[in-house]
Nanobody, 118 residues
Framework: QVQLVESGGGVVQAGGSLRLPCAAS????????MAWFRQSPGKDREFVAH????????YYADSVKGRFTISRDNAKNTVALQMNVLKPEDTAVYYC???????????WGQGTQVTVSS
């Protein structure tokens, strides 16, 4: 089992950037595919980005492609989401997740709030 803790959320103006780290403990992160999801008030949780166990493959939601980058450092047991050119519609709670393979993720963090002001 793995425990995930997100950080780095906050309030940023539109056009700005944020980086969300996710730290893992319990098991080595290299055993898992990793992903970020987000959920806005009144909406379902939606997929944002995925990275394979080795870091060699990444997938992105169309809404963030070209603006967000997911990365991982298996030696440090961390995964991160770099978010650039943020828009008000990116406002959400962002969740780090781990699983056996895309698109199935069994473990979730508590989430970190990102608010983008216009």
């Amino acid at each position: 089992q793995v425990q995930l803790v997100e950080s780095g959320g906050g309030v940023v103006q539109a056009g700005g950037s944020l980086r969300l780290p996710c730290a893992a403990s319990g098991r080595t992160l290299s055993s898992y595919a990793m992903a970020w999801f987000r959920q806005s008030p009144g909406k379902d949780r939606e997929f944002v980005a995925h990275v394979s166990r080795s870091g060699g493959s990444t997938y992105y939601a169309d809404s963030v492609k070209g603006r967000f980058t997911i990365s991982r450092d298996n030696a440090k047991n961390t995964v991160a989401l770099q978010m650039n050119v943020l828009k008000p519609e990116d406002t959400a709670v962002y969740y780090c997740s781990a699983g056996t393979a895309y698109p199935t993720y069994q473990y979730w963090g508590q989430g970190t709030q990102v608010t983008v002001s216009s």
